[in-house]
């Protein structure tokens, strides 16, 4: 695999969901490319589409209220979203591993740990036989810190701690060896100790295999320690995309403004009066016509409540939706 060449292609993907106040566009017009080798941070609030434009691209929307309507998720020009659900089964774990905030999303509570990681074996190397498999689980939950892994394999998810559960979910999403690994806020639900474990533990995976990350917080700390790329969600757009650093030197879209203004910073002297971006989230039920982020801007113009902003790039790899980018 060629670092630097793009392994998986979000294309202007559409996902939605059928509820009872009507049809919403939770992912509407998504874009982004990851780039082989490389981690891309996903990073947006809490409900703005991460864990929707996850679950798409690994095919595992909640049926049938969410659909994918539109759109390409391309992985090494294969599109996804075409194949066949035994097509995609066989993708999943092998050739896209996932990991989720809650690790009991992916553990089975009546299984003992080194059961299921064998089973995640059994099903992605047949080359191996029964005693190789065994060894191979009991190497892998080593690997991703877990002491006494031999003792660990006869436990129950109940019987170790959330941080140890989690590693025990990063390595079954690694058991298959995946050329890509999504990790949706894995370290949110974690004291923060822990989170910085688990974080380095994922950086250091991802140097070791050379796998393609796709990490998504709603944290743009975190984005800044481990990040090549960022795209920043808001109310199902991506509202700016671009290489870390120059998100972080210089955002563009007054979310992102308003969102590195809110990050605490460990040397601030008043670290009590942080900016903080005004109002709240438009609801996907009644969104305004124009611009999503117009009622919470700080640089609202007449023509955002009426035309909607497209992508406009100013650097090579750093774009975003916001007239005020417009010449
Ligand atoms: N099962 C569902 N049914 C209906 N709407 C949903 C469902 N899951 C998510 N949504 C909608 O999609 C939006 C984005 O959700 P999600 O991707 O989970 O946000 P987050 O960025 O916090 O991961 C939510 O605000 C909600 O409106
Ligand atoms: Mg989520």
Redesign the pocket.
């Known amino acids: 695999m060629n670092n630097g060449q793009p392994i998986l292609t979000v294309d202007h993907l559409v996902a939605t ?1 059928d ?1 009872d106040a009507g049809r ?1 566009r ?2 509407d017009q998504v874009s982004f490319s990851l780039k082989a080798g490389t981690i891309l941070g996903l990073v ?12 798409s691209i690994m095919r595992l929307l ?1 049926r049938p ?2 659909v994918i309507e539109s759109g390409a998720i391309r992985l090494n020009g294969v599109d996804l979203v075409q194949l066949a659900p035994d097509e995609m089964h066989r993708i999943r774990g092998r050739r896209i591993g996932m990991i989720f905030q809650e690790p009991m999303t992916a553990l089975n509570p009546v299984h003992r740990i080194g059961q299921q990681l064998v089973e995640v074996f059994d099903l992605h190397r047949p080359d191996l036989d029964a005693v190789q498999r065994y060894q191979a689980a009991v190497a892998l939950l080593s690997r991703v810190g877990i002491p006494e892994a031999r003792a660990r394999m006869d436990e129950y998810p109940h019987q170790i701690s959330g941080g140890m559960r989690q590693r025990v979910m990063i390595a079954m999403a690694l058991a298959g060896k995946p050329d890509v690994l999504i990790a ?2 894995p370290t949110t639900a974690l004291d923060v100790t822990i989170q910085a474990q688990i974080l380095e533990l994922i950086l250091d995976l991802q140097k070791e295999t050379g796998m393609a990350v796709l990490f ?1 917080t ?1 944290a743009l700390g975190v984005i800044a320690q481990i990040c090549q790329e960022v795209a920043v ?1 808001y109310a ?1 757009w991506i509202v700016e995309s671009a290489p870390a650093a120059a998100l972080f030197k210089k955002p563009l879209h007054p979310y992102t403004q308003g969102l590195l203004a809110s990050m605490p910073r460990l040397s601030s002297e008043n670290k009590s009066v942080l900016p903080i971006i005004r109002g709240t989230v438009p ?2 039920h009644q969104l305004p016509p124009g611009c999503r982020f117009q009622n919470r801007c700080p640089h609202v113009m007449d023509r955002c409540g009426k035309e909607t902003p497209g992508p406009v790039a100013v650097d090579d790899d750093h774009w975003a939706r916001c007239f005020l980018l417009e010449g």
Not at 44 to 55: D, Q
């Open positions: 969901f509820t919403v939770a992912v947006g609030e809490s409900g703005c589409g991460k864990s929707v434009t996850a679950l909640p209220a969410g949706d806020e998504i709603h969600m199902g609801s996907l």
